[in-house]
C-alpha cells in the first residue's frame, strides 16, 4: 500500500533555518510592545509593593530606575521611525475582577478599571493616538484583541517587546507572538526582572523564539534602516 503511494516524506532539521529569525526590522510592518509598564508594579507607591519592608525590593527598584530611560529611548527610536507604540497594562475589565484568570486571581492580582495603578508610569506616559491595552492574563495574546489590532494596521511582521517582567509576561508575549507568526525582537536591556538571576535565565529560555538585540543594537538599526512615515507621537 505504501509502495502504490509512493515514498513518505522524509523528516529533517535545518538548523541554518533559524538565520531567518535575525531579519531587519521592517518599521512600516512593526509596532513596539510595552508589557506592564505601570503603577501597579513599576511605581514605589504601586499596590503590588505596597506594605513590603524596606529594602525588601531594593534589586527590583534599581532595575526599574535603570529601564526608564532606556523604555524612553527605545520609544523615541520607534517614534521616529515609524513604528506603532503600543503598551499593555495589568487591568480588570470589572471592578470586582470577576473577569480576571484563574491564574491571576491565584495571585491575588486585581487593578479596577480606571484606577492609578493601571496607568502607565508618568514617564513613559503614552501619546494621544497610542493603544492601550488592559489585559487579565499573563500573556497579552490571550485577554486582548493585540493579534486582531496588528493585523488591521498592518503590523504584522515584527514585533519587539519590552517592559516586565522577563521570565513572566514578557516571556509569554515572545513566545505567543512567534507561534502566531510574528518576527520577534526582545530589546534584552528594555526588559526587566526582580533578580538579575531570574531575567538572565529568561533570556535563555526565549532564545529560541526570538532574536535578541541590546537597546544601542536596535537605535542603530532603526536610524539606519530608514523610517516607515516619520514620527507618530510626540514624546
Same mark, same amino acid.
Given at each position: ?40 508594579? /513599576?511605581?514605589?507607591? &504601586?499596590?503590588?509593593?505596597? &506594605? ?116 513572566? /509576561? ?19 536591556? /528594555? ?18 523564539? /526570538? ?25
Amino acid at each position: 500500500m505504501a509502495a502504490a503511494m509512493g515514498a513518505a516524506a522524509a523528516a529533517y532539521y535545518d538548523p541554518a533555518a533559524s538565520a531567518g529569525r535575525q531579519a531587519r526590522i521592517e518599521p512600516a510592518r512593526a509596532a513596539l510592545l510595552f508589557i506592564d509598564t505601570q503603577n501597579f508594579n /513599576c511605581h514605589r507607591e &504601586g499596590a503590588i509593593y505596597r &506594605g513590603a519592608a524596606p529594602g525588601a525590593n531594593d534589586e527590583w527598584w534599581g532595575a526599574v530606575a535603570g529601564a526608564v530611560p532606556k523604555w524612553q529611548r527605545l520609544r523615541r527610536a520607534a517614534r521616529e521611525a515609524g513604528i506603532e507604540v503600543i503598551y499593555t497594562v495589568i487591568q480588570s475589565l470589572t471592578a470586582d475582577g470577576r473577569d480576571r484568570s484563574l491564574d491571576y486571581k491565584l495571585s491575588g492580582f486585581h487593578v479596577p478599571p480606571g484606577c492609578w495603578d493601571a496607568q502607565v508610569i508618568d514617564e513613559l506616559k503614552p501619546g494621544l493616538d497610542e493603544l492601550v491595552l488592559p489585559k487579565t492574563t499573563s500573556s497579552v495574546f490571550s485577554s486582548t484583541t493585540l493579534h486582531y489590532l496588528l493585523r488591521n494596521m498592518g503590523r504584522d511582521a515584527h514585533l519587539l517587546v519590552a517592559g516586565c517582567v522577563t521570565d513572566q /509576561c514578557v516571556a509569554h508575549a515572545v513566545k505567543d507572538a512567534a507561534d502566531l507568526g510574528y518576527r520577534v525582537t526582545m530589546v534584552t536591556d /528594555c526588559c526587566i526582572a526582580p533578580t538579575a538571576a531570574r531575567h538572565a535565565a529568561a533570556l535563555s529560555m526565549v532564545a529560541g523564539y /526570538c532574536r535578541q538585540r541590546a537597546l544601542g543594537e536596535v537605535e542603530a538599526e532603526l536610524a539606519g534602516g530608514g523610517g516607515g512615515g516619520g514620527v507618530r507621537a510626540a514624546v
